[in-house]
């Protein structure tokens, strides 16, 4: 075996892995065509933004789409439809991204995080029960890196509670749980359209619901005059519903236009992304000491927005996962790990003082502890990643992956004497 490329070998992987685009020539050509004939702004639902809605609305067999300007709109949105209040608790994971979780903040109601899995990192609903409180109104589960949480088991809990229950999407286009595609077991749910997503928009989001109370609180909120005006039928609201609630959450229709041919091959990227899961699954399969990204008994589809397995330092001899991730790297596989901790461990929600005085911040909410909710912090000191490009990966890049992880696997014992260079 040749010597590793951190003390100074010959990478196994030669050519850069680049950034492979989702975005074709026809998704330009849409964009380009809305561009030339005017099609830059838009007052109700119509045009690309309605025929990108449609498109949610039907896949997902839901009443209604609402395109939003980003995921944490939609976000914000779909808290905001629930009527959350002050006093209000919702249960929500402590390891998922921030837009998961501060919109709550914003409706001036309390999120009350909650554990995550072990395996996963999605929300530990075993740990929720103790969380549940006269206060508990609604959870919030985020389907992380593409791995869709037990939804039949999310659904049970919310009723057994009483509980309103809101998808965050947003990692996680097409994927599904004992046949049902994410977005549409809960009474809301979110995507996001950012630029690394499944169906990317840009910058953009979208809320599906099948609820009227719900969707029309959205409008509402960000999708005042026209939309509103046609679009709101509850007599106590119709009055206000041309001025609505001030804020302007549209997408732009040009992000539309790029979002409509990914949502029409949206199939098709869930099946080149399952090829290169398998392939991933295949190569670690051959390393000693590590396993697959897991896949739990009741996902039906994986997104696979981000193949996330986990590192075990004694399966290694002790060696760092720093020191296992940086010697990848150094032969040219872009492993990473993640960059957030939980949510508990961020100030916000350690500190009495928030710097935030606009929102109704509880005084009296619940403080966290490092080791409070301690499998989430285990998550995040033990995942790591490999990307899993929009297109496939080319066999001789697969190739120099496989080499590469043999290699670091020879090397792990001079690994664990030299760690990183310099040391």
Same mark, same amino acid.
């Given at each position: 075996?040749?010597?590793?490329?951190?003390?100074?070998?010959?990478?196994?992987?030669?050519?850069?892995?680049?950034?492979?685009?989702?975005?074709?020539?026809?998704?330009?050509?849409?964009?380009?065509?809305?561009?030339?004939?005017?099609?830059?702004?838009y007052d109700a639902s119509?045009?690309?933004?309605?025929?990108?809605?449609?498109?949610?609305?039907?896949?997902?067999?839901?009443?209604?789409?609402?395109?939003?300007?980003?995921?944490?709109?939609?976000?914000?949105?779909?808290? @905001?439809?629930?009527?959350?209040?002050?006093?209000?608790?919702?249960?929500?994971?402590?390891?998922?991204?921030?837009?998961?979780?501060?919109?709550?903040?914003?409706?001036?109601?309390? *999120?009350?995080?909650?554990?995550?899995? *072990?395996?996963?990192?999605?929300?530990?609903?075993?740990?929720?029960?103790?969380?549940?409180?006269?206060?508990?109104?609604?959870?919030?589960?985020?389907?992380?890196?593409?791995?869709?949480?037990?939804?039949?088991?999310?659904?049970?809990?919310?009723?057994?509670?009483?509980?309103?229950?809101?998808?965050?999407?947003?990692?996680?286009?097409?994927?599904?749980?004992?046949?049902?595609?994410?977005?549409?077991?809960?009474?809301?749910?979110?995507?996001?359209?950012?630029?690394?997503?499944?169906?990317?928009?840009?910058?953009?989001?979208?809320l599906v619901t099948s609820?009227?109370?719900?969707?029309?609180?959205?409008?509402?909120?960000?999708?005042?005059?026209?939309?509103?005006?046609?679009?709101?039928?509850?007599?106590?609201?119709?009055?206000?519903?041309?001025? #609505?609630?001030?804020?302007?959450?549209?997408?732009?229709?040009?992000?539309?236009?790029?979002?409509?041919?990914?949502?029409?091959?949206?199939?098709?990227?869930?099946?080149?992304?399952?090829?290169?899961?398998a392939a991933y699954d295949?190569?670690?399969?051959?390393?000693?000491?590590?396993?697959?990204? *897991?896949?739990?008994?009741?996902?039906?589809?994986?997104? #696979?927005?981000?193949?996330?397995?986990?590192?075990?330092?004694?399966?290694? #001899?002790?060696?760092?996962?720093?020191?296992?991730?940086?010697?990848?790297?150094?032969?040219?596989?872009?492993?990473?790990?993640?960059?957030?901790?939980?949510?508990?461990?961020? *100030?916000? @929600?350690?500190?009495?003082?928030?710097?935030?005085?606009?929102?109704?911040?509880?005084?009296?909410?619940?403080?966290?502890?490092?080791?409070?909710?301690?499998?989430?912090?285990?998550?995040?000191?033990?995942?790591?990643?490999?990307? =899993?490009?929009?297109?496939?990966?080319?066999?001789?890049?697969?190739?120099?992956?496989?080499?590469?992880?043999?290699? =670091?696997?020879? #090397?792990?014992?001079?690994?664990?004497?030299?760690?990183?260079?310099?040391?």
């Amino acid at each position: 075996m040749s010597e590793l490329a951190l003390y100074g070998g010959e990478p196994a992987v030669r050519e850069p892995l680049g950034t492979a685009t989702s975005v074709s020539e026809a998704d330009v050509a849409r964009v380009a065509d809305a561009a030339r004939r005017g099609e830059i702004s838009y007052d109700a639902s119509e045009g690309l933004v309605a025929e990108l809605e449609g498109a949610f609305e039907t896949r997902l067999g839901q009443r209604y789409a609402l395109a939003t300007s980003s995921g944490t709109a939609a976000l914000h949105s779909a808290f @905001f439809g629930l009527g959350l209040k002050r006093g209000d608790e919702v249960l929500a994971p402590t390891y998922t991204y921030l837009a998961t979780v501060m919109p709550i903040v914003a409706c001036n109601a309390t *999120p009350v995080l909650v554990d995550a899995e *072990p395996d996963t990192g999605n929300i530990d609903l075993a740990d929720a029960e103790r969380h549940v409180t006269p206060r508990t109104r609604a959870m919030v589960v985020t389907h992380l890196s593409g791995h869709p949480v037990d939804m039949e088991r999310a659904v049970r809990f919310a009723r057994r509670h009483g509980l309103r229950l809101v998808e965050d999407a947003s990692q996680a286009h097409g994927a599904a749980s004992a046949g049902a595609e994410v977005g549409t077991r809960g009474d809301v749910a979110a995507f996001s359209l950012q630029g690394r997503k499944l169906v990317a928009a840009g910058e953009g989001g979208m809320l599906v619901t099948s609820d009227t109370d719900v969707y029309e609180r959205a409008v509402m909120l960000g999708h005042f005059a026209a939309r509103s005006e046609q679009e709101v039928r509850t007599p106590g609201r119709v009055p206000f519903a041309k001025l #609505g609630y001030g804020l302007n959450y549209r997408m732009h229709p040009l992000g539309a236009a790029l979002a409509l041919g990914q949502m029409e091959r949206l199939d098709r990227s869930l099946e080149l992304r399952a090829a290169t899961f398998a392939a991933y699954d295949a190569i670690l399969r051959e390393i000693p000491g590590l396993d697959p990204a *897991p896949r739990q008994s009741h996902v039906t589809r994986h997104a #696979g927005y981000s193949y996330q397995p986990l590192y075990d330092p004694a399966a290694w #001899g002790g060696l760092p996962r720093s020191v296992f991730v940086g010697a990848l790297r150094a032969e040219g596989v872009p492993a990473s790990v993640p960059s957030s901790p939980p949510l508990h461990r961020e *100030p916000f @929600f350690t500190c009495a003082e928030t710097g935030v005085e606009t929102f109704a911040v509880d005084p009296d909410r619940h403080l966290y502890r490092a080791g409070e909710l301690p499998r989430g912090e285990e998550y995040v000191a033990s995942a790591w990643r490999l990307p =899993v490009p929009a297109q496939a990966l080319p066999a001789d890049v697969l190739a120099g992956f496989a080499e590469a992880f043999r290699k =670091v696997a020879a #090397g792990a014992e001079e690994l664990r004497k030299k760690g990183a260079v310099g040391t």
